[in-house]
């Protein structure tokens, strides 16, 4: 990380603490919990986890037309999806604001944060384990939330593949658009896989 950013968990817990309701604030430390437990298991740095997993969701109160205008601003390509889901801009947005306000400028660390949403292709070790701790972290409860627990203990992208085909059968069935990047995800975590 570069100086000029100080990792500090209890700035950071401030942070966070007021820009998200009680709810999602519990959410984001389940985030950093299990976040920091896969960057145990895959050998990554847990200090960028724990900073990307509390503020992955930054943006995630703020007004719709705030994210728009935000991202607008900022260059963000809009897709489709965006405009008719423009929620899913708080991760984009989330990036370009802790830049902003934080002075944070790793790029792993604002990736992970800009594609917890969506995904991407090449996604790298830091935005898979937070992509995945997002999903699975221990407030949540869905149906088959333990299926991916269990894929992402065997390797990163089988967690990835069970989570996006569970996130992408949800949205199709919820007659919602699917973002092109976690369609690309799926199909090019498929095809390594040969
Ligand atoms: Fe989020
Ligand atoms: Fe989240």
Redesign the pocket.
């Known amino acids: 990380m570069r100086r000029g950013f100080m990792y500090n968990r209890e700035e950071l817990l401030n942070i966070v603490g007021s820009a998200l309701s009680e709810k999602r604030f519990r959410h984001t430390l389940g985030v950093e919990k299990m976040a920091i437990n896969l960057a145990m298991v895959y050998d990554e740095d847990r200090e960028k986890a724990s900073v990307a997993a509390l503020l992955?969701?930054y943006a995630?109160e703020l007004p719709k037309p705030f994210l728009l205008k935000k991202a607008a601003e900022s260059g963000i390509e809009m897709d489709p999806v965006y405009i008719s889901s423009p929620g899913l801009l708080?991760?984009p947005v989330g990036a370009v604001l802790v830049r902003e306000r934080f002075g944070i400028e790793d790029e792993d660390i604002l990736n992970a944060i800009t594609y917890?949403?969506v995904g991407r292709v090449g996604m790298s070790k830091l935005e898979k384990i937070i992509y995945l701790a997002?999903i699975t972290e221990e407030n949540r409860v869905f149906d088959d939330v333990e299926r991916i627990r269990e894929k992402q203990m065997q390797g990163l992208d089988e967690g990835l593949l069970e989570s996006l085909r569970q996130t992408i059968v949800f949205t199709v069935e919820r007659g919602l658009m699917v973002h092109h990047n976690s369609i690309d995800l799926y199909n090019s975590i498929l095809e390594k896989r040969g």
């Open positions: 992955h969701d995630k708080h991760g917890h949403t997002d």
